[in-house]
């Protein structure tokens, strides 16, 4: 089987039509949207749900890739860890394919973007789980935190609670992220340095390349850093201090 495969290379059905983030963000503001959906209104949800759950597909498929890719090479229970994890994001596209019906909206509704697979290719180990536990799924750590807390608003208890126990696991990705992270890098500052480096990184793709400064209302639309989760997710005090200044910068916090 092949190693490190494209993106267009995964199998999908024909309903999913997949786009560069960029693109879709371009194509929301020329159409006067706000870069990303704001959960101003309904389908605005729909579509940040729609979105959760074509990662949730990819964080499935990367974590598959990365038994496959490194089983040889890294210890039996980093492979186990990730293979659990393969199972996790099973029942979490599961969920969330429940929960854009529950909200009206269906498979394929929106464009699927490509962002967490590309960071799930990374060429070592560290750098994926930096790159997708750390920084991905730790920025899925605070948009679940603050799609409780606008479930809790509408009064749908059913959102509230899937979306809880989805957050359950993905801060024990986000752990396990951390754990890998240094164990693999054990003896080798200059990995572990890189692979950080990586992690940080992913902050910056969210800024893609700048489009969101065109529109003010995304400025005010805010996903604040779900502090008490990250530290319970393994991030130290200057990690969560490096993100809070980077809210100021980025249009998905
Ligand atoms: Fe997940
Ligand atoms: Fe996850």
């Given at each position: 089987?092949?190693?490190f495969?494209a993106?267009?290379?995964?199998?999908?059905?024909?309903?999913?039509?997949r786009m560069?983030?960029?693109?879709v963000?371009?194509i929301?503001?020329?159409?006067?949207?706000?870069?990303?959906?704001?959960?101003?209104?309904?389908?605005?949800?729909?579509?940040?749900?729609?979105g959760i759950?074509v990662?949730?597909?990819?964080?499935?498929?990367?974590?598959?890739?990365?038994?496959?890719?490194f089983?040889d090479?890294?210890?039996?229970?980093?492979?186990?860890?990730?293979?659990?994890?393969?199972w996790?994001?099973?029942?979490?596209?599961?969920?969330?394919?429940?929960l854009?019906?529950?909200?009206?909206?269906?498979?394929?509704e929106?464009?699927?973007?490509t962002?967490l697979?590309?960071?799930?290719?990374?060429?070592?180990?560290?750098?994926r789980?930096?790159?997708?536990?750390?920084?991905?799924e730790g920025?899925?750590?605070?948009?679940?935190?603050?799609l409780?807390?606008?479930a809790?608003?509408?009064?749908?208890?059913l959102?509230?609670?899937a979306?809880?126990?989805?957050?359950?696991?993905?801060?024990?990705h986000?752990?396990m992220?951390s754990?890998w992270?240094?164990r693999?890098?054990?003896?080798?500052?200059?990995r572990l340095?890189?692979?950080?480096?990586?992690?940080?990184?992913?902050d910056?793709?969210?800024?893609l390349?700048?489009?969101?400064?065109a529109?003010a209302?995304?400025?005010?639309?805010g996903?604040?850093?779900?502090?008490?989760?990250?530290r319970?997710?393994?991030?130290?005090?200057?990690?969560?201090?490096?993100?809070?200044a980077?809210t100021?910068?980025?249009p998905v916090?």
């Amino acid at each position: 089987m092949q190693k490190f495969i494209a993106y267009d290379k995964l199998a999908r059905e024909d309903r999913f039509i997949r786009m560069r983030a960029r693109r879709v963000a371009e194509i929301r503001m020329e159409q006067g949207l706000p870069p990303f959906p704001d959960l101003r209104d309904l389908e605005s949800l729909r579509n940040r749900i729609h979105g959760i759950l074509v990662g949730e597909l990819q964080a499935m498929e990367g974590a598959g890739r990365t038994v496959f890719d490194f089983a040889d090479d890294t210890p039996w229970e980093f492979v186990m860890d990730m293979a659990r994890q393969v199972w996790d994001e099973a029942r979490h596209v599961e969920i969330y394919t429940k929960l854009l019906e529950h909200l009206g909206g269906y498979l394929g509704e929106y464009p699927e973007s490509t962002l967490l697979w590309r960071c799930a290719c990374a060429a070592t180990p560290e750098e994926r789980v930096a790159g997708v536990n750390r920084g991905l799924e730790g920025l899925a750590c605070d948009v679940f935190a603050q799609l409780i807390r606008l479930a809790q608003k509408l009064d749908d208890p059913l959102l509230e609670r899937a979306v809880d126990y989805v957050l359950a696991d993905e801060i024990t990705h986000v752990r396990m992220g951390s754990y890998w992270l240094r164990r693999l890098t054990e003896n080798a500052p200059e990995r572990l340095q890189k692979a950080l480096e990586f992690q940080m990184s992913i902050d910056e793709r969210f800024n893609l390349g700048g489009v969101r400064g065109a529109d003010a209302r995304a400025e005010s639309e805010g996903i604040p850093i779900a502090q008490d989760i990250r530290r319970e997710a393994g991030f130290s005090e200057d990690e969560i201090a490096r993100l809070v200044a980077t809210t100021q910068r980025s249009p998905v916090y």
